[in-house]
């Protein structure tokens, strides 16, 4: 018996009182952990004071101390009294102090090896490799006009849901489940996904009570030409014949996860999220009615490919990751540097300003006459010609002023906002 072995069956023996009394009745999921990244028995979980003990990679010990020590004495990191749930330290404090930042993190990482590297979407799924975050604490850290999805505001909006997580529950575990979420790509931290390549990362947060949490987007009925068949797939950087997320030909969503059925969950046309950083609620997103989402175009526009009106549709789906980075960017809600096969022009400095058109322009033809043809000389025109000042003015606006999630100008609808002499959707 290998002292891995060993030390294994020591913890079980000693466990076991506890563990007649915390195993579910249904089956523990086994295989799954072991198909996970945390479970990798080559590239999984191995805590450096654990490993030195002769516990082998992957094994539960490494985040699990169900005595708060292990052979009479806690490993690294010693909080010197048991943490919730059984791990080797609190699970979350604030928005740069949490348990998975002690592996997440390039330097001084507790993995062995002394760092994890996680890059971002646009990275990742865009293949825009020119981005140098490499962690995930670091994407969390971004401040205005950056941002980052803020931690304690998620954890305490899962409490408040009826989908089983604790007051205390690390706000990761929102969106992965640590004992099935895989890499995407697997075990290859510095490149870009691939059709061979391919992981599945999330689960939903209301499927959270279900035994076992299933990961979302691993079966083919949780993508996004299951969602929609509208769905056009993005360009990849620098490319007009590969596409996200894994530089394939495929464009109908068929190997991209069903984004939009999970971020909803959480950011629907119903929830009420507060939002520290934004001193408000977030804007409800009505991702059924919007025009970027379910919802039908009113009238052809100039767009640049692959979303052109020669395909004949006014209703293309957006997957919410065509925009969005997860975790956190340096631009304002979490905007992607690198959007449709390009980096953006510039930074997004402000919510407000004029540099949010370099997010609409990677879509959305830039020509001012362009701009000027579709709200006024259409034939489903938004606003009448000669009326500038009831808008704008007289002089340009940017386009965040009218166009965001759930906007509709005039009366009535989610976040209504009284711009124009109109009611129409806007976004």
Not at 92 to 115: E, I, M, P, Y
Request: aromatic share 10%; hydrophobic share 30%.
């Amino acid at each position: 018996m290998s002292l891995s072995q060993r030390n294994l069956s020591v913890f079980l023996a000693a466990a076991s009182p506890i563990l007649v009394i915390l195993i579910p009745a249904s089956p523990v999921q086994a295989g799954s952990y072991l198909l996970s990244a945390h479970g990798d028995s080559a590239n999984g979980v191995s805590r450096t004071s654990t490993a030195a003990l002769g516990y082998a990679q992957g094994n539960c010990a490494h985040c699990h101390e169900p005595h708060a020590s292990i052979q009479g004495s806690e490993p690294a990191p010693a909080d010197g009294s048991p943490s919730s749930f059984l791990l080797f330290t609190t699970p979350f404090t604030n928005q740069s102090t949490s348990l998975c930042f002690d592996c997440h993190v390039d330097t001084g990482s507790r993995q062995t090896g002394g760092a994890i590297t996680n890059r971002s979407y646009a990275y990742r799924a865009g293949g825009w490799t020119s981005d140098t975050l490499n962690d995930v604490k670091e994407s969390f850290a971004f401040t205005s006009p950056g941002s980052s999805h803020n931690l304690s505001d998620i954890q305490t909006f899962i409490a408040s849901q009826s989908w089983g997580y604790a007051a205390d529950a690390n706000p990761c575990v929102a969106c992965h489940n640590p004992h099935a979420a895989q890499g995407d790509p697997e075990n290859a931290p510095n490149a870009a996904k691939s059709s061979t390549t391919r992981g599945w990362l999330i689960s939903r947060p209301s499927q959270h009570g279900n035994n076992p949490w299933p990961l979302w987007g691993d079966d083919a009925s949780e993508r996004m030409n299951s969602y929609t068949s509208a769905y056009q797939a993005p360009y990849r950087f620098g490319s007009t014949t590969a596409y996200e997320p894994d530089g394939s030909t495929t464009q109908d969503g068929a190997n991209l996860t069903d984004f939009v059925t999970f971020c909803t969950d959480c950011h629907n046309a119903t929830n009420t999220i507060y939002s520290t950083n934004l001193g408000r609620n977030l804007r409800q997103i009505d991702w059924a009615n919007e025009k970027h989402g379910l919802g039908s175009a009113d009238e052809y526009i100039d767009m640049l490919p692959p979303y052109t009106a020669g395909s004949g549709s006014l209703g293309y789906v957006l997957s919410c990751l065509d925009c969005h980075e997860p975790h956190g960017s340096s631009n304002p809600y979490l905007l992607r540097q690198e959007v449709n096969g390009g980096a953006l022009a510039g930074a997004i400095t402000t919510t407000t300003g004029s540099t949010f058109r370099y997010l609409c322009e990677r879509c959305h033809d830039n020509t001012t006459n362009t701009w000027e043809a579709i709200h006024h000389f259409t034939n489903d025109r938004a606003y009448a010609r000669r009326a500038c000042s009831t808008c704008h003015g007289g002089y340009p606006q940017d386009c965040s002023r009218c166009h965001y999630h759930g906007a509709i100008t005039g009366s009535g609808g989610v976040n209504q906002t009284d711009y124009s002499p109109t009611n129409r959707r806007t976004f």
